[in-house]
Structures are given as C-alpha cells and as structure tokens.
T-cell receptor, first 114, second 117 residues
Framework: AQSVTQLDSQVPVFEEAPVELRCNYS??????LFWYVQYPNQGLQLLLK??????LVESINGFEAEFNKSQTSFHLRKPSVHISDTAEYFC????????????FGQGTILTVHP | GAVVSQHPSRVICKSGTSVKIECRSL??????MFWYRQFPKKSLMLMAT?????????EQGVEKDKFLINHASLTLSTLTVTSAHPEDSSFYIC?????????????FGPGTRLTVL
C-alpha cells in the first residue's frame, strides 16, 4: 500500500516570491508521482508527473518537481509565483498492485498575496 | 483538453432518501471512471473503479450496496447514494480515463457537494 503526506496544509506567499510545496510518500514498490492543481470551483488538473527518466520534471507554467528516491520526496517548486497560482495542490502516487489507482495527499492551499 | 462534468454540483437531501450523481465525459470516451470521496481537510479517497459495461470494483471498506455505481456508456457513470444518512455528507468527485495505464490520464470533474439533513 502507498501513502502520501503533504506536510503543509496552507502556504501563504507574496507575489514573485519562490515557493516549495512539500510531498513525501511511502511505498514498498516503485512508484509514479503526480501533482494536481485545483482552482476554485474547478476539477483537479494534472500539473506534472514523474514516470521514469529524468528525476526533474517541469510544467508549462513554470512549476517543477524533483523525484528523490532516497528521501522519498517529490516536492513542488516555483521560483516566482503569480497571483493566478493561488489554488489547492495535491500530490498523488500510484504503483505496484495499485497501478492505475491514485493515492492522494491531503492537499496544500497556496495563497499568493499581492 | 478533456472535460468531465458532474451533476448536480451540490445537493441537499433528507435522511433516508437516495441521491444520484452523474459524471459525464464531454469530449472523449471514458472506458474507466473513478469515484472519490473527500472529507474536509482530508485527501481524496478512492471509492471505486468502474469500467464501461462491467461491475464496479470497490475499495476496501466501501459498501457496494450503499454506493451503487453504474457505467452503462462510454460517456456516463452514475453514483447513487442509497438511504443517505448525515455521515454520508461529503464531497464526491469523479474522474474519467481512456484506460488504467500510466499514459491514460485521469480527467477530473468539479465535484458534487452532498449534504444529508
């Protein structure tokens, strides 16, 4: 079985500041990792994913996440946030016998202040 | 991108009644649909996986007779909460996919808020 922990339930930052949203996972098998974003009144949208290959993955809107197997982490970072990045972010994992099923973290609400 | 809708967006019902929630893939055929439940300040919990034309596969601890899932077409799945009680109040989210492989992205609906009085 897998589990995902997002250590921060809320992260407030000022516009143009850097941000890191933390995600740690637990699994006894190889995993595949995802970050989803949920804007108000919308469904979850895939932000980026790690399946294999380079451990650093990027999204089209400037976010990046690095898969760190030794630390069992997949933290999400952005060097300079915008007001429009305000949303809830979910880290998720799948793998092993749970292949195809997503196990989610509790979510982190990112609030970007002007 | 692929769009998934849910109806209704929120529903309030009396205890003991049944409520049906619809999940539709608007611009693609979804062979697989997933139903999740989200409690306040908690993560999404997978309830069941349904493949078109087959019986749903429920996660451990989810009562299949209480949460009836039907996936009769490639664009529609329904979740019926039977004999609802206040503890069933929650946010229900569906997702739709063209399969269960890693390259079959899940597209999520906006969710349905159920309140049982």
């Amino acid at each position: 079985a897998q589990s995902v922990t997002q250590l921060d339930s809320q992260v407030p930052v000022f516009e143009e500041a850097p941000v890191e949203l933390r995600c740690n996972y637990s699994s006894s098998v190889s995993v595949y990792l995802f970050w989803y974003v949920q804007y108000p009144n919308q469904g979850l949208q895939l932000l980026l994913k790690y399946l294999s290959g380079s451990t650093l993955v990027e999204s089209i809107n400037g976010f990046e996440a690095e898969f760190n197997k030794s630390q069992t982490s997949f933290h999400l970072r952005k060097p300079s946030v915008h007001i429009s990045d305000t949303a809830e972010y979910f880290c998720a994992v799948t793998g092993g016998t749970s292949y195809g099923k997503l196990t989610f973290g509790q979510g982190t609400i990112l609030t970007v202040h002007p | 991108g692929a769009v998934v809708s849910q109806h209704p967006s929120r529903v309030i019902c009396k205890s003991g009644t049944s409520v049906k929630i619809e999940c539709r893939s608007l611009d693609f055929q979804a062979t697989t649909m997933f139903w999740y439940r989200q409690f306040p300040k908690k993560s999404l919990m997978l309830m069941a996986t349904s493949n078109e034309g087959s019986k749903a596969t429920y996660e451990q601890g989810v009562e299949k007779d209480k949460f009836l899932i039907n996936h009769a077409s490639l664009t529609l799945s329904t979740l019926t909460v039977t004999s609802a009680h206040p503890e069933d109040s929650s946010f229900y989210i569906c997702s739709a996919s063209t399969g269960t492989g890693l390259n079959n992205e899940q597209f999520f609906g906006p969710g349905t808020r159920l309140t049982v009085l």
